[in-house]
C-alpha cells in the first residue's frame, strides 16, 4: 500500500476510502446514537440535527447534551462543550498546511478538523497523500455523521444500547492504528507522549472532561531538539 | 431567543473559532521551525493522551475491562502492522464478545 507508483491517484483514493471508510462507519453508528439518545431524552429531532451540522463534534455534542438533559443550565452545557473542543485549536495549527491555500478551503476545510481527521491525515506519508486524506476522511465524515444522527433522530431510540456492539473500543483502537508509525519512528515523540498520556490517566478522576487531554500537552516540556546533529539553529 | 438554539450557536461559534486558530494563523504569521514541530508533536501527544483516556476511562472513571481488553487486541495487531480494517474489526469485535460473555 505504502509503494512508490508513477500514478499513485486511483489506488491513493481506494484505500484512503476503504481505511476511512471503518472511521465513517463507527462514527455514523454512534451519530444514530447521538440523535436516539436526545430525541430519548427529552428533545425535539432538530436539536441534534442541527448541533450535529453546527457544532460537528461528538464528544462536545454528548456532553452538552448530556449536560441539558439532566437540568445543568445552558452556561455549564456550553463551557463543557467548548472545554471538550479546545484541542482542535492544537489540532489545526498541525493541519493548518495540509488543508489547502486557498480561502474557501481554509474556511471550509477548519469545519472538519476532528479527532478522526487529522489522525488520518498526520499518518500518511506525504503532503500529497495527507492532504487527499484529510479530505476524503473529512467530507465523508461529515456526510455520515450528519447522516446518522438525523436517522437516529427520527428512528429513536430504536438501536438500543450501542455498547454491545463493542463500538466504544473501535475509536480507541483507530488511533491506536493510526499514531503507532509516528511512535515506532520518532523517540523524541514518543517520549513527549506516553508521560503526557499517563498524566492525562491519573488526572482523570478529578478534573472535568476535557482538561486531562490538555494537561497531557506538557508532556511537550520534554521536547528537546535533536541538538547531538550539529544543530546550526 | 430560544435557550436551547442559544447554546447550540454558541458551542458553534465558539468551537468554529478554535478552529480557526491554524488556517488563520497560517501564512500570516511566520511559525517558527521549533513552533511547528512542537504542533506536529502535540497533536500526536493529543491523539495519545485520547487513546489513553478513550480506551481506558468513562465519565471520570475506570471504564470496565471489556474496553481496554479490546484496544489491546487492537495494538497488538497494528504492532504485528495487521490492516487497518483488522485492528479496528478485532477491537469492536473483541469487546463486544466480553461483553457477551458477561464481562463489564
Known amino acids: 500500500m505504502r509503494s512508490v507508483q508513477r500514478t499513485p491517484t486511483r489506488d491513493t483514493h481506494a484505500s484512503l476510502v476503504r481505511d476511512s471508510s471503518l472511521v465513517w462507519l463507527a462514527s455514523g453508528v454512534v451519530g444514530v446514537s447521538f440523535g436516539a439518545v436526545s430525541v430519548a431524552g ?40 467548548l472545554l471538550l473542543n479546545t484541542r482542535t485549536a492544537a489540532f489545526s495549527l498541525a493541519v493548518a498546511e495540509i488543508l489547502g491555500t486557498g480561502r474557501a478551503t481554509r474556511f471550509l476545510g477548519a469545519h472538519l478538523v476532528t479527532d478522526e481527521t487529522v489522525a488520518f491525515a498526520l499518518a500518511q506519508p506525504d503532503p500529497v497523500r495527507q492532504r487527499r486524506a484529510f479530505w476524503i476522511s473529512g467530507l465523508g465524515l461529515f456526510a455520515v455523521w450528519n447522516l446518522g444522527v438525523l436517522a437516529g433522530a427520527v428512528a429513536g431510540s430504536a438501536l438500543g444500547d450501542t455498547a454491545r456492539y463493542g463500538l466504544d473500543a473501535a475509536f480507541p483502537a483507530v ?15 514518543r517520549r513527549c507522549a506516553l508521560p503526557g498520556a499517563a498524566l492525562a490517566l491519573a488526572v482523570t478522576p478529578a478534573v472535568p472532561a476535557g482538561v486531562p487531554v490538555l494537561l497531557a500537552l506538557a508532556g511537550l516540556l520534554l521536547h528537546r531538539r535533536p541538538a547531538a546533529e550539529g544543530d546550526t539553529a | 431567543m430560544n435557550t436551547t438554539l442559544a447554546v447550540i450557536l454558541a458551542l458553534a461559534v465558539g468551537t468554529y473559532a478554535f478552529r480557526l486558530v491554524g488556517p488563520v494563523l497560517h ?78
Open chain 1, 42 to 81: 427529552g428533545l425535539p429531532v432538530w436539536v441534534p440535527v442541527l448541533m450535529s451540522l453546527v457544532v460537528y463534534a461528538g464528544s462536545a455534542q454528548f456532553s452538552a447534551v448530556g449536560v441539558l438533559l439532566a437540568g445543568g443550565g445552558p452556561v455549564a452545557a456550553v463551557a463543557t462543550g
Open chain 1, 175 to 189: 488511533l491506536v492504528a493510526l499514531v503507532l508509525p509516528a511512535l515506532r519512528a520518532d523517540a523524541t515523540v
Open chain 2, 27 to 104: 501564512g500570516r504569521v511566520t511559525v517558527p521551525p521549533r513552533v511547528q514541530e512542537l504542533a506536529g508533536a502535540g497533536a500526536v501527544v493529543l491523539l495519545v493522551a485520547l487513546l489513553a483516556t478513550g480506551a481506558l476511562t468513562e465519565s471520570g472513571g475506570f471504564a470496565g475491562w471489556a474496553r481496554p481488553a479490546g484496544v489491546l487486541v487492537g495494538a497488538a495487531l497494528a504492532w504485528r502492522r495487521a490492516p487497518f480494517a483488522v485492528v479496528v474489526l478485532a477491537a469492536a469485535a473483541t469487546t463486544a464478545l466480553l461483553r457477551l460473555a458477561g464481562v463489564g
